[in-house]
């Protein structure tokens, strides 16, 4: 017998009913993608942490296996070694600088009219303000007049108030980074163990060999990087000093943070410590443009290239590709580690995809 078939209402039923399920999940799979996506941006910073501080622990692991080889101490003597000495050196560059801010930030905010004042009389300035119908030196006036007046400084209380909590989010992040990066350090050996667990025990001893290999560049390239920034500082104390730029030890600073961002961290620094020459003399200016300009080709020519290229073994061409597109996937941290996993990228691709190419 052949089997009834349904009624068209029992058809019509059925339908609508996968209909309304097929809707339904659609709905609970577009609700569950929005709720990944919230806790992914919830807990970015929390990413972005772990991310640079698993860096960090990379990047100083060679000084601390050099410190175990070299003088035969303990991991745990090494990393708290190494950790010591950061934080002798920052405490020393802190307490040497504390001082010179404060002193160098009053006699900023004193001097603040007068430095307006003198902007005016810059010829570029000048000139503009005249082709404005002296906008500019208008502008300028009411802003010397508004920083002259110390009943004023009250108002600016929000931005100061925004500013102390910007300070006090970043050193509490700083802390949780350096606290994961000594744990990543003196957990270093079991956490590689473990990844390494995790490839099939046929291909366990090439994996072994190609990651120990990728965590070896990325320290060198921190290594690096943190020789190019240091380079960066110097030079450019030694040049602010002759020249006569005011908060040289601050900008030499902040101009070795900075540096430690590939491709755009010197251009910023060199930026900002065009600016603050401008405020010194038109003079200081231009020899300190000029200085950043012919620093930056023997930087991006000469001692760029020749560090990485021993550090992690990338084409010049390369590095800046890489650099650009991690910088704009990811921010400022995309910048940074943007160039190892390209050094990884291209370990992986002549030790595993151009030896199967060749078999095949």
Known sequence: MTPAKPKESETRSIGLTNGFQFGLLGGLGVLTALALGNALITLANVVTYVALAIFIALGLDPVVRFLEQRFKLRRSASILSVVLFLLVFLGALLWSLVPSVTAQTAHFIASAPDLLSSVKSVEIVSTLDAQFGGAISRAIDSASVFLADSKNWPSLLGGVVQVGLSVFNGFFGALIVVTLSIYFMSSLAKFKEWIYSLAPASKRTKFTLLAEEIANSVGRYVMGQVSIALINATLGFVMMSIVGVEFSLVLACITFCLALIPLVGSISGAAIVVIVAL??????????????????????????????????????????????????????????????????????????????????
Not at 290 to 309: C, F, N, V
């Open 279 to 360: 405020t010194t003399s038109p003079g200081a200016a231009i020899a300190t443009a000029i200085y950043y300009l012919i620093y930056m080709q023997i930087e991006a020519y000469l001692i760029s290239p020749r560090i990485m290229t021993q550090a992690v073994k990338v084409p010049g061409a390369v590095v800046v590709v890489a650099a650009l597109a991690g910088g704009a996937l990811l921010g400022i941290l995309g910048a940074l580690v943007a160039i190892p996993v390209a050094a990884s990228i291209m370990l992986i691709i002549r030790q595993v995809w151009i030896p199967r190419q060749a078999q095949s």
